[in-house]
């Protein structure tokens, strides 16, 4: 039995002609596999059945080849060829008794038909709204089209039955489905009988409901997924005006999935939204209908999810982020594991594999993804190898993501730490304006390993080569970090940069450390990931006044992968910071910088008392290369291998340290591959 608190997490709701096992639902999302990667993503889904998930979701599918919203990498339900990889997923997630349900997408004004070549449809002609501004319009649909896509779903239901799912959701929430574009009078300027009223905006999707109800109704159970606030004036849909929905159409669906109205607000990252956010938003429209309600805000703790369903908010606790940074989370609750769950921290690093068309990442969680690509699981380890002891160097997230996997698999690990804490740059970066959460990677790694009787940490022991040299590891695995650099190298400047000897310049590394300039700072980020506004943030809190300067169009310019970029360049605006874009740092100069337009190469000077330099890292891998250097030297140590991973390797995300940490613990004592695909691929085979 779960303890007592979250027992109430466990009982079975009624979804229409269905019953959820438990309260537990995952929703809908993204992952970059889609199409391209069927087998991947059906393993994916799998072991969150494994893990105990009632409810499991694809992600979007475009439900007809007249909307997709190609470069980005969905699923696609187009005809009946697709229904065998769909099939394979919806096994996957039935096969630990949950229920299998598929999102069906018309994407409408979102969808710009670049694959297709076919003309965009939309309740009214308006300019495709896309993350890459397409110059492409759609066509306003006419009561033919509107037929035509009534039957399209009702085709698209049937292909979802036989494919095997359970549920069927409506796509009509983040602004990408037909159905919000219906709705709102934002994007719907119709003055026919479908455009108007409430009533009216919500004809088309009374009909749809009513036609897939009489082609699998009584077989199927049926959700809509509904905006709770468009945020976007007085023209959008309001949660004033979703409530008036929901009470006029209080039976419309089997379950009303209620999330923000842009994907941005919607899954915006922890350093801009708490957990539970959207609950002031969801709150009382669980009165309004006799229908079940699911919600999202990022749910990690047990008490607030319980919390929710016990005061009515929700019936279902709807997850996306926290479902893959631990599939296992039910479970867990269930076993009344709690400490052992892998928090979500929010840094959104999953949402750029779908917005960069590549296989998606998680921070906490490593396997994800390569469930089936490299057979990973997240909660079981390979069998341990011929040798016995492990020496990491480095307990940041590479070094203690290792120490975790090796443990598990049974070797004995010594974790050698130079400084007095666990976690390396996240124990520096979690100090940081918003990012507190993102010390949660060293937290679960540090609880699980104090767990662990075979490994031992010892801090404020910076090694040297000799001294490895005389331990007696057999392996050595150097996750030694890296810092950022001081001379501008990076991508504006592959060379330093000339720099004045009388400017007082810094680092993210010294403003970490507590060394912070004051007057007047010109920050320089050519890093374009979220330090060069974090540190401008922090630099504006302690009273300097920042010009933040980047070669880039936008503030932080790879976080538009992450759904964030907006609101930073909101919150830097708020702290009252300069921003000068599309601008580089041509050199330092005594009193200040000259600066270089990257279009017309203009140069100006600008006055600073210091200068802060986000631009690029270097690894700190000299341990590294002591010991290569004395490599004839480890069969005598007994030493078999030394091998240096995450930003000792080359720094990258945190993320990629974590992935790098169990990549290593996966592969020690494994046979050599030689040139083979370190992973598993589909590949198309020829019509």
Not at 252 to 280: H, I, M, T, V
Not at 567 to 576: F, P
Not at 647 to 676: F, K, M, N, S, V
Request: hydrophobic residues 40%; glycine residues 10%; charged residues 25%.
């Amino acid at each position: 039995m779960p303890p007592d608190p979250y027992q109430i997490l466990f009982e079975p709701v009624r979804i229409g002609p269905l019953t959820a096992k438990n309260r537990f639902y995952q929703v809908p999302h993204c992952n970059g596999g889609g199409y391209r990667d069927p087998s991947a993503v059906a393993a994916m889904r799998g072991v969150k059945a494994e893990g105990g998930w009632g409810v499991i979701f694809t992600e979007q599918t475009e439900m007809h080849h007249s909307s997709e919203i190609t470069p980005f990498i969905e699923l696609r339900l187009w005809d009946d060829a697709d229904i065998p990889a769909l099939n394979r997923m919806s096994e996957a997630m039935k096969s630990h008794g949950a229920l299998a349900g598929i999102q069906l997408a018309y994407s409408g004004i979102n969808g710009p038909n670049l694959y297709t070549k076919e003309v965009p449809l939309a309740p009214t002609a308006l300019p495709i709204r896309t993350f890459t501004n397409d110059p492409v319009q759609a066509r306003a649909m006419d009561k033919t089209d509107i037929r035509n896509l009534r039957r399209w779903f009702v085709n698209a239901a049937r292909r979802s039955e036989r494919a095997g799912f359970d549920l069927i959701c409506l796509y009509g929430a983040h602004g990408f489905g037909i159905f919000q574009h219906f709705l709102s009078r934002a994007t719907n300027q119709r003055s026919d009988e479908y455009g108007g009223s409430l009533e009216n905006r919500a004809r088309f999707v009374n009909e749809v409901v009513a036609d897939i109800r009489e082609a699998v109704g009584d077989r199927m159970a049926l959700s809509l997924r509904v905006s709770l606030d468009e945020t976007i004036g007085a023209l959008g849909f309001s949660n004033a005006e979703l409530r008036e929905f929901v009470e006029m159409n209080a039976d419309l669906p089997d379950l009303w999935d209620l999330a923000q109205g842009s994907w941005e607000e919607c899954s915006g990252p922890s350093r801009f939204k708490d957990e539970a956010a959207q609950e002031s938003l969801v709150r009382g429209i669980r009165d309004l209908t006799s229908r079940p309600v699911v919600g999202v805000g990022r749910f990690t703790s047990p008490d607030v999810m319980a919390r929710l369903v016990r005061q009515g908010v929700l019936d279902f606790i709807g997850c996306a982020r926290p479902s893959i940074a631990d599939p296992f989370l039910p479970r867990k609750i269930a076993e009344g594991r709690i400490e052992d769950i892998r928090e979500c921290i929010g840094c959104n690093i999953c949402i750029t594999g779908d917005m960069t068309m590549s296989i998606s990442r998680c921070t906490q969680n490593p396997t994800f993804m390569e469930e089936w690509r490299k057979g990973w699981h997240p909660e079981r380890m390979n069998a341990k190898g011929p040798s016995e002891k492990v020496l990491i160097v480095g307990a940041g997230p590479a070094g203690l993501e290792a120490a975790r996997g090796l443990s598990l698999r049974g070797y004995d690990v010594a974790l050698a730490e130079a400084a007095t804490t666990l976690g390396g740059r996240v124990a520096r970066e979690r100090l940081l304006p918003g990012l507190s959460a993102w010390g949660r990677v060293a937290d679960y790694r540090a609880y699980q390993l104090g767990q662990s009787a075979n490994v031992e940490t010892y801090f404020e022991s910076r090694l040297s080569a000799a001294e490895i040299l005389e331990f007696g590891f057999e392996h050595v695995c150097l996750a030694t970090g890296s810092h950022w650099r001081a001379d501008g190298v990076a991508r504006a400047h592959v060379l330093a940069m000339p720099i004045a000897a009388g400017m007082a310049v810094f680092t993210p590394d010294d403003i970490m450390a507590g060394r912070l300039p004051a007057g007047e700072v010109v920050l320089f980020d050519d890093d374009h990931y979220y330090m060069g506004g974090v540190i401008a943030e922090a630099l504006a809190q302690a009273g300097a006044r920042v010009t933040l300067i980047t070669p880039s169009a936008h503030v932080s310019d790879w976080t538009l992968n992450t759904l964030e970029q907006g609101a930073i360049h909101r919150r830097l605006v708020a702290a009252g910071v300069t921003i000068v874009l599309n601008t580089s740092v041509a050199e330092i100069t005594a009193g200040g910088v000259v600066t270089e337009c990257v279009y017309t190469g203009a140069r100006a000077e600008r006055g600073a008392e210091a200068v802060v330099l986000v631009t690029s890292r270097v690894s700190d891998d000299m341990l590294y290369q002591e010991l290569k250097a004395r490599a004839a030297e480890w069969a005598e140590a007994g030493i078999a291998s030394v091998k240096r991973i995450g930003d000792a390797a080359a720094p990258g995300p945190i993320a990629w340290a974590t992935y790098a940490g169990h990549r290593y613990a996966r592969e020690l004592d494994t046979p050599d591959i030689g040139d083979a695909l370190p992973f598993r691929r589909e590949v198309t085979a020829l019509a």
